[in-house]
């Protein structure tokens, strides 16, 4: 049978004519599909278990499946062919997948992005692990401005007869790494599970994304948030596109981890975003300072620059010498470069060094609120500003989540050793390394504000990571958030919270507990742990040690976990528990409720108290 099953497949796509093309090496000649191979696919699904196929990350890493090719789409870029996929996994239907489609030219260095020229033939969308360059290089390279696409199968929505809602996805990294082309921005367990259209998408990264710089005269070198320019760029591809693979343009909501959370919190206030949004979530976003023009952002130019050896001269002659250094060169500094972030890490947060630029210019704000002038990508320095200068929001509602732990990995990858809990340290740590790369408080904070803290979080009882990995949690995602929602509620917003406190049950035998050494601590959540569970990662887990290590109560956490999310992001709303019933907004009125995925299921809670102090102080110390 498994003979037969093959040269069906094979005579499928090898006994029509062939359409040749040859775009920018992303494809290869191929077949054209054939009616019959999708009726086949449906069909005779039995025959295709034991069929593994690991095109890009869809289906991730060798998931038992059948697949055709599906018929062509039209794009502004030119026809696009995709795969059709009929998966074997319990309560999955078929997925059609088009990855690693251009939305844009290859990138000129700190240029905004611009239309892709039309290719001739037909695309071969089977490819969506591109990377944008980075340092260190890793696999980067220039063509990297993708866009993946995950969508129930045409079968299905011509059952259902209507446009589908779209989300667009944001991968994290700090701005400085990551790709859409992993298994943690796979949107193909949602498309198979859902009537939902995932699409995942790159963007510029690092200081091919983020330079922004400004010379003597305050005169612009380099604009900057040419990442932010590709994301927004991206989204309006999406908009003009995504109706031809069953989308609804009018129903593009947004998702984004980490970095990517950030940047999402960026777009929906810039009044550069020209597409509307209709639901935001925000997953562990690290809200902190951008960086400003001709200020913190000057000093990240001068590190990168001595670090690549551009020192000499006006800043024009610098600008000269960095456009005549190739991405080579500059690759071959990448020690220095790496040693010298690390070193800015203690003046600015490392995640500040490398994100959106907000230029004071074009913002002008009173306690009335703020005029953002229409060319402005950054509208306000700091999200902790929102509520005394709330500027408009393009979503109509906002989920925001966070896991129980955010700071302790990063904290624990600082300092290796335990800390001493003896009174004084506190203060010298505060006021040195930690104080920018863990809270995010400006480098003029006063002594008296660290003995406040120090009265807050000091616990002699506790080892001071605990203190530090406290503050970077409350003052870095807790309080902007809590500051955030009174922001919004003010606009007429509707804004959620979630916390994800299940213990994953591969950190609670003791072994180290993830893949990539995020939170080595027993029984700690942190950040960047959620993702795994949001995507499904553990079915599609291409690390056999790792997707062991998912207990029942893991597995069933991921799917009540997504069900919250892909929810929310169909219809703006969150399903409480199992009675349905809904979560209110999170408001000082409602008394800041949240939603919890726990160890023992989903449960309605609130925003506790502990927080009010601490976010008042941090208000005070943060707001410009």
């Known amino acids: ?33 054939k009616p019959d191979c999708e009726k086949f696919c449906f069909s005779q699904e039995p025959q295709c278990k034991g069929l593994q196929f690991g095109d890009s990350a869809t289906p991730p890493f060798g998931i038992d499946a059948c697949r055709c090719l599906t018929d062509p789409v039209p794009t502004s870029g030119g026809l696009v062919q995709g795969r059709l996929w009929t998966p074997t996994a319990p309560n999955r239907k078929a997925v059609e997948t088009f990855l690693g489609i251009p939305y844009a030219d290859p990138p000129a260095r700190f240029q905004d992005p611009t239309a892709r020229t039309p290719w001739q033939g037909v695309f071969e969308a089977t490819n969506g692990q591109s990377q944008c360059p980075k340092v260190p290089r890793g696999s980067s390279e220039q063509d990297c401005l993708i866009a993946n696409i995950w969508t129930p199968s045409t079968q299905r929505r011509e059952k259902l007869n209507k446009k589908l809602p779209v989300v667009v996805y944001m991968h994290g990294g700090s701005h400085a790494f990551g790709t859409s082309g992993t298994i943690f921005s796979s949107g193909f367990d949602w498309a198979a599970q859902e009537d939902i259209i995932v699409v995942s998408i790159n963007a510029r990264l690092s200081i091919w994304g983020s330079l922004c710089w400004r010379d003597e005269n305050g005169n612009n070198l380099v604009d900057g948030n040419f990442m932010l320019k590709d994301q927004a760029f991206a989204l309006k591809w999406v908009y003009d596109n995504i109706g031809n693979f069953g989308g609804d343009q009018n129903h593009i909501s947004v998702s984004g981890s980490s970095a990517g959370a950030y940047d999402i919190w960026t777009l929906i206030q810039s009044p550069q975003l020209k597409v509307p949004i209709k639901y935001a979530y925000l997953q562990s976003p690290p809200l902190i300072p951008a960086m400003v023009k001709g200020g913190n952002a000057n000093v990240v130019v001068d590190t990168f620059l001595s670090a690549i050896g551009c020192t000499n001269g006006t800043s024009q002659q610098k600008y000269n010498c960095l456009m005549g250094t190739s991405d080579e060169q500059i690759w071959a500094h990448t020690s220095e470069i790496l040693t010298a972030f690390t070193t800015l890490a203690t003046q600015i947060h490392p995640t500040e060094s490398l994100g959106p630029c907000y230029d004071p210019t074009l913002t002008t704000c009173s306690a009335a609120g703020c005029v953002v002038s229409p060319s402005s990508w950054v509208a306000l320095p700091s999200p902790m500003s929102i509520e005394q200068y709330p500027v408009p929001v393009n979503a109509e509602a906002v989920l925001f989540s966070n896991v129980q732990h955010e700071g302790w990995g990063n904290v624990w990858a600082i300092f290796p050793t335990p800390l001493p809990n003896a009174a004084g340290t506190f203060q010298t740590l505060m006021r040195g390394f930690s104080l920018s790369t863990y809270s995010g408080f400006p480098a003029n904070i006063t002594n008296a504000q660290i003995a406040t803290l120090e009265q807050t979080y000091f616990d002699t009882n506790n080892d001071l990571h605990e203190e530090l990995a406290s503050i970077q949690d409350d003052m870095t995602f807790n309080c902007p958030i809590r500051v955030i929602g009174d922001g919004l509620a003010s606009q007429g917003k509707n804004v959620y919270k979630l916390w994800f406190t299940h213990v994953p049950g591969f950190v609670e035998d003791g072994v180290e507990s993830y893949p990539d050494g995020i939170c080595d601590a027993d029984g700690y959540i942190c950040h960047a742990v959620d993702p795994w569970f949001l995507w499904n990662t553990r079915q599609w887990s291409k690390w056999t040690d790792f997707e062991d290590r998912f207990t029942s109560e893991d597995v069933e956490t991921s799917q009540a976990y997504q069900n919250i999310v892909i929810s929310f992001l169909k219809t703006g709303l969150i399903k409480g528990d199992a009675q349905n019933t809904y979560l209110k907004a999170y408001t000082n009125e409602n008394g800041y409720p949240s939603i919890q995925v726990t160890n023992n299921g989903v449960a309605l809670g609130k925003f506790d108290s502990y927080f009010v102090k601490q976010c008042e102080f941090g208000q005070q110390v943060r707001v410009p």
């Open 1 to 33: 049978m498994q003979l037969l099953t093959f040269m069906f497949l094979w005579s499928c796509v090898h006994s029509l004519p062939r359409v040749s093309f040859n775009v920018n090496n992303y494809g290869k000649d191929h077949p054209a599909p």
